[in-house]
């Protein structure tokens, strides 16, 4: 499925009728898989950004992917630039029978600087647990500061490394500002690291 947005104009809490949450919405609407408690009703385009909530624009999406990972990351991201441009989402389905999709590319525009978020929709946090990177233990790759090949860890070619692709390649997050890699990635808050 596809959805696109030639411009992502953020809610304007002044000037429309929002609600005490902050959200347009009292609730969002139920399609089929969000009944799971691990599964958060998943905007395509969040609230914040303008999306609506109805069917058309949600989808079961695990819940700490939607809250904490990659999705909030990248809403973060939006709402900081004050919007986007040239927005498409494709929300890829594993097979015709199931309603919860298996993965999200989303491509916009920051700043006349086109991005490329990719991830699956599973727990991030039950991942990182999965491949060891949740260990604090101090001869992990994040440690390292000397220069790596940023070919390996930047599978999609753009010249910029996500924090999905860092992971897979085994690096620990947070990545911090006197690593190698940070330069390579997008630290939305400024605060000198990425993933914390």
Same mark, same amino acid.
């Given at each position: ?93 594993? %097979? ?19 991005? /490329? %978020? ?18 604090? %233990? ?24 996500? /924090? ?10 947070? /990545? ?21």
């Amino acid at each position: 499925m596809k959805v696109v947005a030639d411009e992502i104009i953020l809610q304007d809490d002044s000037a429309e009728p929002v609600l005490s949450s902050g959200r347009y919405f009292s609730d969002e609407a139920k399609v089929p898989g969000v009944e799971s408690d691990k599964l958060d009703e998943g905007h395509i385009i969040a609230d914040s950004l303008g999306g609506v909530s109805n069917a058309y624009n949600i989808t079961p999406q695990e819940s700490t992917l939607n809250r904490h990972g990659d999705q909030a990351y990248l809403e973060d991201a939006i709402r900081k630039a004050g919007g986007a441009t040239n927005f498409e989402a494709i929300i890829t389905y594993p %097979d015709t029978k199931t309603q919860v999709p298996s993965d999200y590319q989303y491509t916009y525009t920051l700043h006349g600087n086109e991005i /490329i %978020d990719t991830f699956d929709n599973v727990n991030p946090d039950e991942v990182n647990e999965s491949l060891g990177l949740t260990n604090d %233990d101090s001869s992990n790759s994040n440690g390292s500061t000397e220069e790596g090949d940023v070919s390996s860890v930047d599978t999609n070619g753009n010249g910029q490394v996500t /924090i999905q692709e860092a992971k897979d390649a085994g690096f620990s997050m947070p /990545i911090t500002s006197d690593h190698w890699l940070y330069q390579y990635m997008r630290d939305n808050d400024g605060d000198g690291m990425v993933g914390e």
